[in-house]
């Protein structure tokens, strides 16, 4: 089973800056894409950013695109999320998520997620 650990959450004024980590109980490089994924009260969750295995590949809703980072690092066993020039709207529960090819001829795929860590944007 994976295990997956988000840590660097916290209270930031508009404007400011938080980097959020993602430490997994595996190798990365037995991961397949990994992303964040938040969740804002009464909201649905939705994903932030999501990165492919080898990192070569990066997409971001387009509410946080120029303003948010994603990577990995497969030898740290650790992904990240770099948050700059935050906003109110930014509030919500951060998840990491990834998933991992138990089957390829079979299509057999399991998903994992993190407990989650709180990002408070006070305005």
């Known amino acids: 089973q994976v295990q997956l650990v988000e840590s660097g959450g916290g209270l930031v004024q508009a404007g400011g800056s938080l980097t959020l980590s993602c430490a997994a109980s595996?190798?990365?490089?037995?991961?397949?894409?990994m992303g964040w994924y938040r969740q804002a009260p009464g909201k649905q969750r939705e994903l932030v950013a999501r990165?492919?295995?080898?990192?070569?590949?990066?997409t971001y809703a387009d509410s946080v695109k120029g303003r948010f980072t994603i990577s990995r690092d497969n030898a740290k066993n650790t992904m990240s999320l770099q948050m700059n020039s935050l906003k109110a709207e930014d509030t919500a529960v951060y998840y990491c998520?990834?998933?991992?090819?138990?089957?390829?001829?079979?299509?057999?795929?399991?998903?994992?997620w993190g407990q989650g860590t709180q990002v408070t944007v006070s305005s």
């Open positions: 998520n990834a998933d991992q090819i138990l089957d390829l001829g079979l299509g057999r795929i399991a998903y994992y």
């Open positions: 595996v190798r990365l490089n037995s991961l397949n894409n």
């Open positions: 990165i492919s295995s080898g990192g070569t590949r990066r």
